[in-house]
């Protein structure tokens, strides 16, 4: 039986916060919240997260976006979504300082995931590393690291070409070898001091 009081619509909003977690295993951010609960306007959205957060049912940061997060469950860590990445022809990019000092955005992963560790989060472009179920539109998770070992996925600067991707890295006597997981791609050969490890891939957040 309804509860006397409840608002339909902030019910409705709790609802889908809980939904959207279990399903993405992050928080949605208003413009989600808009759209799969069809509300008018994203000033509705934020006036039932305050009186949400009122009633001690969600926890927000007004410093962080995406900081949802729902009292009383399993705590969750921010990782920071710093860019895009080539998962097919390796895109360019200004400076060797690859990734934005900023983040895009956030994204939010399970505490025990994230122990210990200085992730940042990277979204893909291209079907090179399909066949490793990493898809266009798929948002990898890196762990920083200078070093990969064969056969590791790792995000690639490419010296020479002023480029960055995301491949499988093989080491080979006096040259090194980026392959995709993709069998209509050809892989990139290179040699050791083109080549620069900014991170490796620690997990994978798929779209739907």
């Not at 339909?8 to 993405?24: K, P, Q, V, W």
Request: with cysteine; aromatic share 6%; hydrophobic share 40%.
């Amino acid at each position: 039986m309804r509860q006397v009081g409840l608002n339909a619509t902030r019910e409705r909003i709790f609802n889908f916060l809980h939904d959207f977690r279990d399903r993405h295993d992050y928080m949605p951010t208003v413009r989600d919240i808009l759209k799969g609960c069809n509300i008018s306007s994203t000033a509705v959205v934020q006036h039932h997260l305050d009186v949400l957060e009122r009633e001690g049912r969600i926890h927000r940061d007004p410093e962080v976006f995406r900081s949802i997060r729902l009292a009383g469950k399993r705590n969750f860590n921010t990782v920071p979504l710093l860019g895009v990445i080539a998962a097919g022809k390796p895109i360019p990019v200004p400076t060797p300082d690859t990734w934005n000092n900023q983040s895009l955005d956030t994204i939010e992963l399970p505490q025990e995931f994230t122990a210990n560790k200085q992730l940042y989060a990277l979204r893909v472009k291209g079907k090179s590393m399909i066949d490793a179920l990493i898809d266009d539109g798929d948002i990898v998770i890196m762990e920083p690291s200078n070093t990969a070992e064969n056969g590791e996925m790792a995000a690639v600067w490419l010296k020479n070409e002023r480029a960055v991707t995301l491949k499988k890295v093989y080491f080979e006597r006096d040259r090194v070898v980026l392959k995709p997981a993709n069998q209509t791609m050809k892989a990139i050969t290179t040699y050791p001091e083109n080549v620069e490890i900014q991170g490796k891939v620690s997990g994978v957040l798929r779209k739907l």
